[in-house]
């Protein structure tokens, strides 16, 4: 049974950088029969696409976050990462880690997801 | 940028149908988009309902259903139960390889 747990750090100050950690298990990152993303949801808003990522190294991003945002794997510990810099109030959500099986070439949906970390940026 | 337009609220009496739509700014919405639809209750991370226009997800009740209708895609109930008051979610996948939310619907079974 696939779990995903995400954890971060909870609080993190203005113009600071935020790191993300989905730990991954009942399932490999380096399959190459998915990909793996990240997701965010603002406190009362709804979901938004931040970026996903291949074994083989192929990232994509939200254009609107490209210039902030790192996306990463860690094959040995089977997780996967997100590092967002410089981030304001804006930032504040729920983060979730997804995995994304693919059809043919393409990833096509998320089909399982993490329970969710809550990142609150604040001086 | 790309823009996902879903109706931001439907209400739907118990047992009745209701179909929520799914459209791009950048045009029709087609199977090439892979649609995928989700439904979130508070406090609870997204669940998988419909992917790839009109597949459902394991475990998935057969009174949702998805298509593509009217170059939108669409999410049909049919027999909508109380507990299907949720949020929903649409999902595109655009050339490029991106991805974008629709703002969701939130739907009231009264």
């Known amino acids: 049974q696939l779990q995903m747990q995400e954890s971060g750090p909870g609080l993190v100050k203005p113009s600071e950088t935020l790191s993300l950690t989905c730990i991954v298990s009942?399932?490999?990152?380096?399959?190459?029969?998915?990909?793996w993303g990240w997701i965010r949801q603002p406190p009362g808003k709804g979901l938004e696409w931040i970026a996903t990522?291949?074994?083989?190294?192929?990232?994509y991003f939200d254009p609107s976050l490209n210039s902030r945002v790192t996306i990463s794997m860690d094959m040995a510990n089977n997780q996967l990462s997100l590092r967002l810099t410089s981030v304001t109030a804006a930032d504040t959500a729920v983060y979730y880690c997804?995995?994304?099986?693919?059809?043919?070439?393409?990833?096509?949906?998320?089909?399982?997801w993490g329970r969710g970390t809550t990142v609150t940026v604040s001086s | 940028q790309t823009v996902v337009t879903q109706e931001p609220s439907f209400s739907v009496s118990p047992g009745g149908t209701v179909t929520l739509t799914c459209a791009l700014s950048?045009?029709?919405?087609?199977?090439?988009?892979?649609p995928s639809w989700y439904q979130q209750t508070p406090g609870q991370p997204p669940r998988t309902l419909i992917y790839?226009?009109?597949t459902r997800s394991s475990g998935v009740p057969d009174r949702f259903s998805g298509s593509i209708l009217a170059n939108k895609a669409a999410l049909t109930i049919t027999g909508a139960q109380a507990d299907d008051e949720s949020d929903y979610y649409c999902?595109?996948?655009?050339?490029?390889?991106?991805?974008?939310f629709g703002g969701g619907t939130r739907l009231t079974v009264l």
């Open positions: 997804a995995r994304i099986p693919l059809a043919g070439p393409k990833p096509y949906y998320m089909d399982v």
């Open positions: 009942g399932d490999s990152v380096s399959s190459s029969y998915y990909y």
């Open positions: 990522i291949y074994y083989s190294g192929s990232t």
């Open positions: 950048s045009g029709s919405v087609s199977n090439s988009n892979y």
């Open positions: 790839s226009t009109d």
């Open positions: 999902l595109v996948y655009l050339p490029g390889g991106t991805w974008v």
